[in-house]
């Protein structure tokens, strides 16, 4: 696999995720302050404690996202904390729908962190995040002649 296939897997996952995310800032209202009368209304969190928590995981998340485009070593782990932080933090949203297109792309979304994260720790992308090691064999690289 390319560096250039890779990307534009990447490209594709963004394009799902952002499509899988639209969604949930469009819920009716009057539907979700019927499913509080329901459930009850969430536990408050923190306006500080949620800014900064937004704020982190964004930063994190974009750092990862660059970083799996540009091959950093450390974007892998980072990626993986990200989305394991995000699946922890669900259950601190609030109420919407999820429509059948909805749901198709949530989970087309979640086969794609899967496959991207298989892609990076065992596929052929791994090597592309290993520090590349100078040639510490005695023998003389290819294509150079000792004359």
């Known amino acids: 696999m390319s560096k250039l296939t890779f990307r534009l897997i990447l490209v594709a996952w963004l394009i799902i995720e952002v499509a899988a995310s639209l969604p949930r800032t469009r819920t009716p209202t009057n539907i979700v302050l019927q499913l509080y009368e329901v459930f009850g209304r969430p536990v408050p969190v923190p306006q ?76 052929p992308p791994r090597q592309f995040f290993v520090a590349n090691s100078p040639n510490q064999s005695l023998q003389p690289t290819a294509g150079r002649s000792d004359d």
Do not use: D, K, M
């Open 48 to 123: 500080s404690l949620l800014i900064g928590l937004v704020i982190a995981s964004a930063v994190l998340f974009l750092w990862a996202v660059v970083g799996l485009f540009l091959f950093w070593r450390g974007s892998r782990f980072v990626f993986v904390l990200v989305l394991i932080a995000f699946a922890l933090a669900e259950p601190l949203r609030s109420f919407y729908i999820i429509t059948g297109w909805n749901q198709l792309l949530i989970h087309i979304r979640l086969a794609l962190h899967g496959f991207i994260i298989a892609l990076i720790y065992f596929g």
